[in-house]
């Protein structure tokens, strides 16, 4: 794994995909390695021989055991790391920073999955969960971006319009598209049709950003809440921002 990172610049998500399926390992308990695992087995140094106790304390000590490996690769796999983890941070999830953790008041986190399928091909999955920066220990669960998806749906039904500080701009949006839609029946000779044909409102327009649009109008438009978003035991809700969260 060490070498795979080092040597071929391997991130710590290909590490996960060679591992799972090309090699199909398994841990002690026959379970798939966690990608979050790979990651902790990667930045730990009692690999090379030394370790730290109690931890966080910055007491480090030389171990009995025969290192698995030598310094010099476990450094060379942490610049890698490195470089990994600003290209991860780099790629935009739609929800994150958004939300907080209604248990700890972390902020929350997605990850990618990957899910290899019956006929050879694979799904991915977007994840997401406390962050956990305020408790390590946090049992917030997780949940798949479709689900949350659907929640703010839901959410957004019995929402006062008010609550979006873009409602000016989505009325302007809605307002042409209606507009659109007219001329293009009247032009086709098909004005009996207006009446019948959709007419968009906000909540339908928002509830669109929200399964079809792009990354960056979901977040503009739940940046635009009035009230906060809260993740909690994989459900969604909306808090008043003065609203404390208090550690459990």
């Not at 060679?18 to 398994?26: D, V």
């Not at 171990?63 to 690769?73: F, M, S, T």
């Not at 796999?77 to 470089?83: D, F, T, Y």
């Not at 953790?101 to 929350?108: A, R, V």
Request: hydrophobic fraction near 30%; aromatic fraction near 12%; include cysteine.
């Amino acid at each position: 794994m060490y070498e795979k990172v080092a040597h071929e610049k391997w991130s710590g998500r290909k590490l996960y995909h060679w591992l799972r399926f090309e090699l199909n390992f398994k841990t002690k308990g026959n379970k798939n390695i966690s990608l979050s695992n790979i990651y902790l087995i990667l930045q730990n140094s009692f690999y090379y021989g030394t370790f730290e106790y109690p931890q966080g304390s910055g007491n480090w000590y030389q171990g009995k055991h025969e290192p698995l490996i030598n310094k010099e690769l476990f450094d060379l796999a942490q610049e890698q790391l490195k470089r990994d983890r600003i290209v991860r941070e780099s790629r935009e999830f739609a929800f994150t920073k958004l939300m907080k953790c209604g248990l700890c008041g972390s902020g929350i986190s997605a990850e990618e999955k990957y899910k290899k399928l019956k006929n050879g091909s694979v799904n991915k999955y977007i994840y997401y969960g406390c962050a956990r920066s305020r408790d390590r220990n946090c049992k917030c669960g997780y949940m798949r971006e479709e689900a949350i998806i659907s929640q703010l749906i839901r959410i957004v039904d019995k929402l006062d319009m008010n609550e979006i500080g873009l409602k000016k701009q989505f009325e302007e949006e809605v307002e042409r598209y209606n507009h659109f839609q007219k001329t293009v029946l009247q032009m086709n000779g098909k004005g009996n049709e207006i009446q019948k044909s959709q007419q968009f409102d906000v909540k339908t327009y928002v509830k669109y950003i929200l399964k079809e649009g792009k990354i960056t109008e979901k977040r503009e438009l739940l940046a635009s809440l009035k009230s906060r978003l809260i993740f909690r035991n994989k459900k969604i809700t909306l808090e008043k921002h003065e609203t404390t969260i208090k550690n459990s």
